[in-house]
């Protein structure tokens, strides 16, 4: 691994920490599809939620708006083919949220909701 991909994935490992510590249950890491990848997937009591992991470093607080409508879209898409390959395994009124996870050397951000399909 090279070294960004080692904080990418330090940052990551942080974000599914704080999200567990928050009563989440993790599903997936780093879901890899042909129309883009999700960093982590997990469970918030009825829903499903697929989030976005950003690092920045000495940016206090964190920086989200590194992510773009463009990157927004790709992760939508991400999750449209996950939803579609795991429905069954979830009741009917289960829900979907995008959240976003900001990081720096210093600080956590979580945003519940951070953007959505338009």
Same mark, same amino acid.
Request: glycine residues 6%; proline residues 3%.
């Given at each position: !691994? ?8 330090? *940052?990551? /490992?942080?974000?599914?920490? &704080?999200? =567990?510590?928050?009563? &989440? +249950? @993790? %599903?997936? +890491?780093?879901? !890899? ?7 982590? @997937? ?9 989030? =976005? ?5 000495? *940016?206090?607080?964190?920086? %989200? ?7 927004? +879209?790709? #992760? #939508?898409? $991400? $999750?449209?083919? &996950?939803?579609? /390959?795991? =429905? ?11 959240? $976003?996870?900001? #990081?720096?050397?210093? /600080? ?11």
């Amino acid at each position: !691994m090279d070294k960004s991909r080692d904080i990418g994935f330090s *940052a990551e /490992t942080k974000a599914a920490g &704080y999200l =567990e510590k928050k009563g &989440y +249950r @993790i %599903l997936e +890491r780093n879901y !890899m599809t042909p129309l883009g990848e999700i960093d982590i @997937i997990a469970r918030d009591r009825k829903d499903i939620v697929f989030c =976005e992991v950003k690092y920045r470093k000495g *940016a206090d607080p964190p920086s %989200l708006e590194v992510i773009t409508r463009e990157k927004q +879209r790709k #992760i #939508i898409k $991400a $999750a449209y083919a &996950y939803i579609k /390959t795991h =429905e069954k395994k979830w009741p009917s009124k289960t829900t979907f949220r995008f959240d $976003a996870i900001g #990081i720096s050397d210093e /600080t956590l951000i979580h945003i519940q909701g951070a953007f959505y399909e338009s």
